[in-house]
């Protein structure tokens, strides 16, 4: 098929090359050859492809997940993958794959959490999947608040073993991924009691199938939980179990040990047990802009083949690309995934090197560590679901369609906001965090770390810094906004906190009560985070890009500044970061570089170079023949195999035939 020539012009008339731009993305040309061969290995499979998931029942859709999965143990061994490789596999099929929960987590969290010994004994089972596993935390009763979890461990002495129980409904566990039908074992967590005494939630390796006969072992109660919103193919699950028994060394104890005559031990951080959410946690911030990058990648090439309406009377139909409402729809999806994409990139650095000093019982990265991962979880997910759902509804009624392909990547991200950690609930976290640093700041001591800009005084009254025209569109003078806002939003909060609590609230109660004030103060650190973020890959990842390329990749961080005032206008108005006159400068600003951008809006999503059989969308194949991959896609419905359905016969004859008032 050719290619459709209204896609061809945006090609044939962007300002740069996208391959330089995939390069940098990718980190070099050699990194783009070795994920376009992982790509096409995995696109290119008949048991890995996605085409036709569309048209299949749920129980088809776990089975060929589960093939899946299978399929890409076997790729991993043939072609000698690394984990990254895997990891990215999982990413790139949207997690579409049963039992993906046994490798970004379960297999975690025994590395995290066990000590030398189990990891020798449990680690080559899980890794040569001799086991599968799952990873139990959340109960009925409780998800986000883990203190309170409700499944009980209980140490027998006499037998040196632990006898796990589940007393009430609200302390089952729930929802669980692949704990319903496709796991041998968990790595369960539950609340420690030695002797009556409460010793906090601790990890167990417990055994619930036996692993000839897949039957739920004696004293286990398990199954799947119900159809969902999607991610259909991770059989999320429930378990209750009665007084189940596992020996004294099925539990994790690289953080707590239990001795055999009963005595309890911890080393490390006391949030060590943790540490397994906080790699989810990167992994979904990765997620975020993968799903974003597909996206925007459909949308912007369909509104570029999409003629509908006229601007000029008269004129010939217009690519509603052209729309100055559609170009906002789409430009800051393109803007957010590049910047997301430094920011992720950022974040797995930032995790390696902290893990590593983590391995070594170096804790004192954890604090900040935990901030950066929850907030960033928090924001690029928050941000990511509400795009694609703008990006869906900018497709107009194909938008609806299973087919276009961004439904389906739209409806996987939208859990990102409440796994790992409901979103709100990981503001406050960072919240938390803000308010330490802000003590810090306060006792004339130098904050360290992401929040060191808490350590510049604000000057009273206060000038933006933004004078010449030029000064709109320099980052820097733009990134100070973003931190000056922040702090004053974080001061704001404080105050607040402070005068409940001298007006006689505990402390507890003036948290709640100021908590809409600090999660907004934490969104604004994330936001700032993520532009600080851009700005340092443009001189880091971007810096060896050619010129034009380079600009193009600078427009888009200005205008990812720029419209991200727009957005929150009030928050930078009412902390007097900038003023109304100011505020309109901007919104020009970012609605002129917003037509600059259009230009290679194309050659910018094609830089994302993801091949067409894992976008597995019609409305966004490169060729840019969306009505004609339209067309093929409902004629493939096995629905319309036949010209006559069964239905006719048995409901629609007879009611023609006036038969319908007596019983069918
Ligand atoms: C190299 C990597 C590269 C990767 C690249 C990969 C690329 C490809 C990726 C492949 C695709 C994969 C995508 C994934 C798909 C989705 C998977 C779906 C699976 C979904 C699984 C789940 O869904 S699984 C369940 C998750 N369930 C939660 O997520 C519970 C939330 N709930 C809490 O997490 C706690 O409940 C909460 C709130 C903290 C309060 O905990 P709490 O009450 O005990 O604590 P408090 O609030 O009292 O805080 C007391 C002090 O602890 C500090 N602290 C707290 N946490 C800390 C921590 N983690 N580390 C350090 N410090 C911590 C805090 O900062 C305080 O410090 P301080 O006192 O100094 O202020
Ligand atoms: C698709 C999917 C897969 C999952 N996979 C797994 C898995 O593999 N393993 C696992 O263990 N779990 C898993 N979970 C569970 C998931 O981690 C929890 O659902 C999540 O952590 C949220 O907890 P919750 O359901 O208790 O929400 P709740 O805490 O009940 O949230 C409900 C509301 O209460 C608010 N809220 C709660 N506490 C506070 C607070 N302290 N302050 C302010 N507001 C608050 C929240 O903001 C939210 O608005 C999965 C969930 C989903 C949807």
Redesign the pocket.
């Known amino acids: 098929m050719s290619v459709n020539p209204d896609i061809q012009v945006e090609r044939d008339t962007a300002t740069f090359r996208s391959i330089d731009v995939t390069h940098m993305l990718d980190g070099s040309p050699e990194a783009t050859n070795q994920r376009r061969i992982r790509q096409k290995q995995i696109g290119d499979d008949p048991q890995i492809n996605r085409r036709n998931i569309i048209f299949m029942s749920h129980e088809e859709r776990y089975e060929a997940a589960i093939a899946r999965g299978l399929r890409i143990e076997q790729l991993k061994a043939e072609h000698d993958w690394d984990i990254m490789d895997e990891n990215n596999a999982i990413m790139w099929c949207f997690s579409d794959i049963a039992m993906f929960?046994h490798k970004v987590?379960f297999i975690p969290a025994i590395e995290r959490l066990g000590n030398k010994e189990q990891h020798d004994k449990w680690l080559p089972l899980a890794i040569d999947h001799k086991i599968l596993g799952?990873?139990?935390?959340?109960e009925l009763g409780?998800?986000?608040?883990l203190r309170g979890l409700e499944m009980e461990a209980r140490y027998d002495k006499s037998t040196e073993e632990f006898v796990i129980s589940t007393p009430k409904h609200s302390s089952m566990k729930w929802?669980?991924?692949s704990l319903g039908h496709s796991s041998s074992h968990a790595v369960l967590l539950a609340t420690l009691y030695i002797d009556d005494q409460n010793c906090g939630m601790q990890p167990f390796i417990v055994q619930l199938r036996d692993l000839n006969t897949w039957k739920p072992l004696p004293g286990v109660e398990v199954g799947g939980i119900g159809p969902?919103m999607a991610?259909a193919t991770?059989d999320?699950g429930f378990l209750v179990l009665n007084n189940v028994r596992i020996p004294r060394d099925q539990m994790l104890m690289k953080y707590a040990q239990v001795s055999k005559d009963g005595k309890f031990t911890k080393s490390g951080a006391a949030k060590a047990n943790y540490s397994t959410m906080m790699l989810v946690r990167v992994g979904i911030a990765h997620s975020c802009y993968f799903s974003l990058a597909v996206g925007a990648t459909i949308v912007t090439r369909y509104s570029a083949v999409r003629r509908q309406g006229e601007i000029k009377p008269g004129a010939p139909e217009v690519k509603i690309l052209d729309y100055q409402t559609q170009q906002l729809k789409v430009i800051p999806s393109i803007a957010t995934a590049y910047a997301f994409h430094f920011c992720k990139e950022h974040l797995k650095w930032y995790y390696i090197e902290t893990f590593q000093q983590i391995q070594q019982n170096d804790f004192s990265g954890l604090p900040e560590i935990h901030c950066v991962t929850s907030g960033l979880k928090a924001y690029m997910s928050d941000i990511a679901t509400a795009q694609l759902e703008t990006l869906r509804r900018a497709c107009g009624g194909n938008g609806y369609l299973l087919s276009n392909g961004i439904t389906n990547t739209y409806i996987q991200t939208l859990?990102l906001p409440?796994?790992?950690?409901?979103n709100?609930?990981l503001y406050?976290q960072v919240a938390r965090y803000l308010m330490k640093c802000l003590k810090v700041a306060a006792t004339g001591e130098a904050v360290k770390g992401s929040l060191s800009y808490m350590n510049e005084k604000i000057k009273t009254p206060y000038t933006s810094g933004l004078v010449t025209r030029e000064d709109y569109s320099n980052v820097k003078k733009l990134l100070k906004l973003y931190q000056n806002m922040t702090v004053r939003l974080t001061q704001k909060a404080g105050d607040h906190l402070n005068k409940l609590h001298v007006s006689g609230q505990p402390k507890y109660e003036a948290w709640n009560n100021t908590?809409v004030q600090l999660v907004n103060a934490a969104k604004a650190y994330c936001q700032t985070y993520v532009l600080g973020m851009n700005i340092e890959g443009l001189s880091t990842q971007a810096v060896d890009l050619p010129g034009d390329a380079l600009e193009v990749i600078h427009q888009l961080c200005v205008f990812y500044a720029l419209h991200g005032i727009t957005e929150q206008s009030g928050n930078f108005l009412e902390t007097g970061c900038i003023n109304i006159t100011e505020l309109h400068i901007i919104q020009q600003e970012a609605q002129e570089m917003m037509a600059k951008i259009r230009k290679n809006a194309v050659a910018l999503v094609d830089a994302f170079d993801i091949p067409d059989n894992l976008l597995n969308s019609t409305l966004g194949c490169y060729d840019g023949n969306a009505y004609q991959h339209l067309y093929d896609s409902a004629k493939s419905d096995p629905m319309n195999q036949k010209q006559v359905l069964p239905a006719f016969e048995k409901y629609i004859k007879p009611m023609l035939q006036g038969k319908h008032t007596s019983k069918l």
Do not use: C, D, I, R
Not at 134 to 138: I, K, L, R
């Open positions: 929960v987590m799952t990873y139990a935390q959340t409780h998800g986000t608040f929802w669980p991924g969902k991610l991770t999320n859990a409440t796994v790992e950690g409901e709100t609930v406050l908590s």
